[in-house]
């Protein structure tokens, strides 16, 4: 019985650590600041829907933002994703519009419900991505004839390990905790070439290996109302939290491709990167099924407060300021929704069908100007057939798809506008697992 969800656990760990490497990552310029994109730390099925899923229980799927909702699962269940992303980035002084694109996998996940009051899940996951190269072009100010070219890039990321708990204490209530080690290589680097070869060219890069430990702390509530409805309320908490960041940086000057003399490096040195504050609040309401695990429809709302001016890099630099995020999305599944499909038992009635919206006041201030995320989502679960199963054996294959729309910044102020589309492929596989076969 448990051959088949180990086997493919095993088999997409490897593939998954392995791509973490090989995969094409961030290829913005908003990546230079702290710690690069952050990703949404929701899966398929809640990134269809805004990515709001904070008060809804969620018997067949993990919902790593809000730990308390592990000891909701009804069956042990395997989650994986990847994403595509086309991305448009426009600026209107000096002006430019270039396409560019990004893929790779997203999350890998397994929740297992030990007892009825007890929950767990465990995961690996992408934190932070930085990509970027931007070339800028000015004129020396002691000699206008000069012209001065610079080149600045970055790359890397930080990737999150996690282990969660969930635990019931009372009917309809339960709390929850996420342990989470995040490790990972960030590196940048700045050169200034000159155009008149009577000036040494000069590169400065740091590196920078960053690992360390987040706890994040959830609250959820859910109130069963007549006729199967329901209300829920969810809260999370991840406090400021300090991470181990070595870095080296290196300084040197140039004369064509040739280091000429070094200016600084080659000393490790021991510093703290501390990352914000978190708080995220839900409330979601909906109606289940008899005959369904998961509701057959909801409607959620989300709100996050990212306290961003906590944030301090190694070097103790704070370039970010205090944002939020309001999220709203729902799904409903047409046989389970509307009474006169209950007896329609057509594929496309049996497919969850989701949407969304989302608005950021990101935590990145450039020229004045706090920049602005916002889009729509769309999504779909479509289920995959099952051969007969034994007795008492329940087995649900899921195929996610959802995709969001959006743009980011603005061609004011000279900033760069980027909008994009993101497409999220995940598989969730759910099983019943110990089952002791008496005859077959």
Do not use: C
């Not at 969304?356 to 706090?370: D, K, R």
Request: hydrophobic share 35%.
């Amino acid at each position: 019985m448990l051959k088949r969800p180990i086997g493919i656990i095993f088999l997409l760990s490897v593939l998954f650590t392995f791509t973490l490497s090989a995969q094409v990552t961030s290829v913005s310029p908003y990546s230079r600041f702290a710690v690069g994109d952050l990703l949404p730390q929701t899966f398929t099925r809640s990134l269809g829907m805004g990515s709001a899923s904070m008060g809804l229980a969620t018997p067949l799927n993990v919902d790593i933002t809000n730990p308390a909702s592990y000891h909701n699962l009804r069956l042990t269940t395997f989650e994986a994703g990847m994403e595509f992303s086309l991305l448009q980035q426009q600026q209107a002084d000096p002006p430019f519009n270039i396409s560019n694109n990004t893929s790779g996998f997203r999350f890998l996940t397994f929740g297992i419900p030990l007892t009825d009051w007890w929950g767990t899940a465990a995961g690996l996951k992408p934190y932070s991505f930085k990509g970027y190269n931007i070339n800028t072009q000015r004129r020396l100010a002691a000699d206008t004839n000069v012209v001065i070219n610079d080149n600045f890039t970055g790359e890397g990321g930080i990737n999150r390990v996690f282990w969660g708990n969930s635990f019931k204490l009372a009917e309809g209530f339960s709390l929850g905790v996420n342990f989470s080690y995040l490790f990972g290589p960030l590196s940048e680097s700045a050169r200034v070439d000159f155009d008149d070869n009577t000036f040494l060219d000069t590169r400065s890069s740091i590196e920078t290996n960053v690992s360390g430990i987040l706890l994040e702390y959830g609250a959820q509530y859910t109130y069963h109302l007549s006729n199967n409805s329901f209300i829920g309320v969810g809260l999370s908490l991840a406090n400021s939290s300090n991470l181990n960041a070595d870095f080296n940086q290196y300084q040197y000057t140039l004369e064509g491709n040739q280091p000429v003399d070094t200016l600084k490096g080659g000393v490790t040195q021991q510093g703290t990167l501390t990352l914000p504050s978190e708080f995220r609040a839900g409330f979601s309401f909906g109606k289940n099924h008899p005959n369904l695990l998961n509701p057959a429809w909801a409607l959620n709302f989300d709100f996050e407060n990212y306290a961003g001016s906590q944030f301090r890099d190694a070097q103790g630099a704070a370039p970010l300021v205090d944002g939020y995020t309001l999220q709203l999305g729902g799904f409903f599944m047409p046989r389970y929704t509307f009474s006169r499909l209950e007896r329609s038992p057509g594929y496309f009635n049996n497919i969850e069908y989701r949407f969304g919206a989302y608005y950021e006041n990101t935590p990145l201030s450039l020229a004045g100007m706090q920049l602005t995320d916002y889009g729509i989502t769309f999504g779909l679960g479509l289920p995959i057939r099952q051969k007969s199963p034994a007795p008492g054996e329940v087995k649900i294959s899921t195929l996610n798809i959802g995709a969001r729309l959006g743009r980011r910044g603005t061609l004011q102020n000279n900033l760069i506008q980027e909008e994009y589309l993101n497409i999220y492929i995940g598989i969730t596989l759910n099983d019943k697992w110990f089952i002791d076969y008496k005859y077959r």
